[in-house]
């Protein structure tokens, strides 16, 4: 999905090139580290999210309605 060996070649890279802005969210209960392929698969750094509970999903999808009501479709 993202190779950093290869400046993030594959498929998240390919997904940005087309114009496809990629939303992340690490939920993150127990403790692990980062998930640097989420974060770096994120169209950009306020693309992702990392949680550590449930209840803070609420936030993190309004956010995001908020960031996709703002978008114009035009032809």
């Known amino acids: 999905m993202y190779d ?18 990629i939303y992340t969210i690490h939920v ?7 998930s640097t392929l989420l974060q770096n698969c994120a169209s950009d750094t306020n693309k992702f999210w990392q949680v550590t509970s449930s209840s803070g999903l609420g936030s993190v999808f309004s956010a995001i309605g908020t960031n ?5 479709v035009a032809k």
Request: a positive charge; glycine letters at 16%.
């Open 4 to 21: 950093s060996s290869k400046n993030g070649a594959g498929t998240c890279a390919n997904i940005k090139a087309a114009g496809v802005t």
């Open 28 to 34: 993150n209960t127990g403790g692990d580290p980062m």
């Open 68 to 72: 996709l009501a703002q978008l114009r």
